[in-house]
């Protein structure tokens, strides 16, 4: 039985690379920080780097319970981090996701490339298709996302997103992130 049982958590998608401004890290510093300061779990990629790294080692300072989900192909490259509360090894990318949507309340999604989309966009996808519904949180540090914000009013003007653009909920701050997936 581990110390989170009963309560609440969320999953955050972001890079292992720290990008190229100081204002990413410190967005991801913050939010591991806030998670923990309001009893709130984390659950996210398991790596020791980048923006991922950020978030589990400001939880961890802050006394958090962090949960990491790293698929065993991934534990040499992204440098799995040996100092979280759960470490998970999975055998698969789709099981990593599977197994940190099923454990999060909420999602809340920070700078990242290709992989952070791709996790952003199937729980999306997922919410569209009533397969959960659980908030879906996009933490736009530094406007980093403006550009696909814009692109996705393009697509749902558009008619591609059938009504659904309003369910990716936009904050620019940690606080603002938890007040919109209902945990702050």
Sequence with gaps: MHEQIGKKSVAVFCASASGARPEYAAAADDLGRTLAERGIGLIYGGGKTGLMGAVADGALAAGGYVVGVIPHVLVDLEVAHDGVS???????????????????????????????????????????????????????????????????????????????????????????????????
């Design 86 to 184: 759960e470490l998970h090894v999975t055998s698969t990318m789709h099981t990593r996701k599977a197994l940190m949507a099923e454990r999060a309340d909420a999602f809340i999604i920070l700078p990242g490339g290709y992989g952070t989309f791709e996790e952003m966009f199937e729980v999306l996808a997922w919410q569209t298709l009533k397969i959960h519904s659980k908030p879906v949180v996009l933490l736009n540090v530094a406007g980093f996302y403006d550009s696909m914000l814009a692109f996705l009013d393009v697509c749902d003007r558009e008619g591609m997103l059938r009504g659904n653009r309003g369910i990716l909920l936009v904050a620019e701050t940690a606080d603002r992130a938890l007040q919109l997936a209902g945990l702050g």
